[in-house]
T-cell receptor, first 109, second 113 residues
């Protein structure tokens, strides 16, 4: 089956700096790669996604890049704000969703 | 609000007991997924139903079972509960069996004492 690895597990950045979270996957049949933000005790919320026929997608301060050849995808958050502090999960979907283990992002004011 | 509802929000029960968690998908969504999230852990996929039929199975224990009813709501049954079953249980729904975007409900926090 699919194996999704996510790094780093924790990340601290100063407010205004950029944050990058990286994920790798193993199954070349995976064709959809969403990112979720989860605040403590709350539901995961879809923040951005990318399909395998696209290399990059941007939505305001958030962008995702996909390298199908290398089987990795990344989340980029620019101009970070304290409200960006949360746990971020990547996922890869082939026949089912496989989630990474999460990155706890702390934005220091 | 994602449009996915889950009941109850919290559940406290004893070891050995059986509980049922309920999920109503977004209007029009045919597919329901169940996930388990233990403390400080990631999301473990349990099972997926599409229009009443099991579509995919993940790391679901034999003590756990699920079903999706004709009105598309789904129930996750957990039996012979153990302390280690304490977790947040999320359901998510998507439009079609292979439709990628899935939206999560608020979760049910299960505490087994």
């Amino acid at each position: 089956g699919e194996n999704v690895e996510q790094h780093p597990s924790t990340l601290s950045v100063q407010e205004g700096d950029s944050a990058v979270i990286k994920c790798t996957y193993s199954d070349s049949a995976s064709n959809y790669f969403p990112w979720y933000k989860q605040e403590l005790g709350k539901r995961p919320q879809l923040i951005i996604d990318i399909r395998s026929n696209v290399g990059e997608k941007k939505d305001q301060r958030i962008a995702v890049t996909l390298n199908k050849t290398a089987k990795h995808f990344s989340l980029h958050i620019t101009e970070t704000q304290p409200e960006d502090s949360a746990v971020y999960f990547c996922a890869a979907k082939g026949n089912q969703f496989y989630f990474g283990t999460g990155t706890s992002l702390t934005v220091i004011p | 609000d994602s449009g996915v509802t889950q009941t109850p929000k919290h559940l406290i029960t004893a070891t050995g007991q059986r509980v049922t968690l309920r999920c109503s998908p977004r209007s029009g969504d045919l597919s329901v997924y169940w996930y388990q999230q233990s403390l400080d852990q990631g999301l473990q996929f349990l099972i997926q139903y599409y229009n009443g039929e099991e579509r995919a199975k993940g790391n679901i224990l034999e003590r756990f079972s699920a079903q999706q009813f004709p009105d598309l709501h789904s129930e996750l049954n957990l039996s012979s509960l153990e302390l280690g079953d304490s977790a947040l249980y999320f359901c998510a729904s998507s439009v079609a069996g292979q439709g990628p975007e899935q939206y999560f409900g608020p979760g049910t926090r299960l505490t087994v004492t």
